[in-house]
């Protein structure tokens, strides 16, 4: 058994459209983004996470980022069902969606989303989102986690 292999960094994603969980990956491992790994949408993504928490001995995401496409508040209902868990864990949340405004971000946050970020149908713009999911990702990082 391969210690350092079972403990790599991943991060985990809960997104309700296969296409766009697909595109959305291939763009965060383009910008150095770890493993991702796909936990479908809310229900499945919500029943996954929880049993990945409730193991003390998994392998914990680093970043879970959540996309939920299946209505206007489907990302807001799904980070407050979560918002404890994964509080209690420390592993940060961040949601993708449409742009929104200050109230609709507040919102977010105030369920328990670290950071929000936006869909854009314009791929340089999508691609700097991506950018930046990588980048609170990095910035986020247990620093006792470092050579392990």
């Given at each position: 058994?391969?210690?350092?292999?079972?403990?790599?960094?991943?991060?985990?994603?809960?997104?309700?459209?296969?296409h766009?969980?697909?595109?959305?990956?291939?763009?965060?491992?383009?910008h150095?983004?770890?493993?991702?790994?796909?936990?479908?949408?809310?229900?499945?993504?919500?029943?996954?996470?929880?049993?990945?928490?409730?193991n003390?001995?998994?392998n914990?995401p680093?970043?879970?980022?959540?996309?939920?496409?299946?209505?206007s508040?489907?990302?807001l209902?799904?980070?407050?069902?979560?918002?404890?868990?994964?509080?209690?864990?420390?592993?940060?949340?961040?949601?993708?969606?449409?742009?929104?405004?200050?109230?609709?971000r507040?919102?977010?946050?105030?369920?328990?989303?670290s950071?929000v970020?936006?869909?854009?149908?314009?791929?340089?713009?999508?691609?700097?989102?991506?950018?930046?999911?990588?980048?609170?990702?990095a910035r986020?990082?247990?620093?006792?986690?470092?050579?392990?």
């Open positions: 058994m391969n210690d350092y292999v079972e403990n790599m960094p991943f991060v985990a994603l809960v997104d309700d459209d296969q766009s969980a697909h595109l959305l990956t291939r763009m965060l491992l383009a150095g983004s770890p493993d991702i790994q796909w936990y479908g949408g809310a229900a499945d993504g919500r029943l996954m996470l929880a049993n990945v928490l409730a003390p001995t998994a914990w680093g970043l879970l980022i959540v996309d939920l496409k299946a209505h508040g489907a990302n209902e799904f980070v407050a069902s979560i918002q404890s868990l994964a509080r209690q864990k420390g592993v940060p949340v961040v949601v993708m969606t449409q742009p929104l405004d200050r109230a609709g507040d919102a977010l946050h105030e369920a328990g989303a950071a970020f936006f869909r854009h149908a314009e791929l340089d713009a999508y691609r700097r989102e991506a950018a930046g999911i990588v980048s609170f990702w986020s990082q247990r620093l006792d986690a470092v050579g392990m």
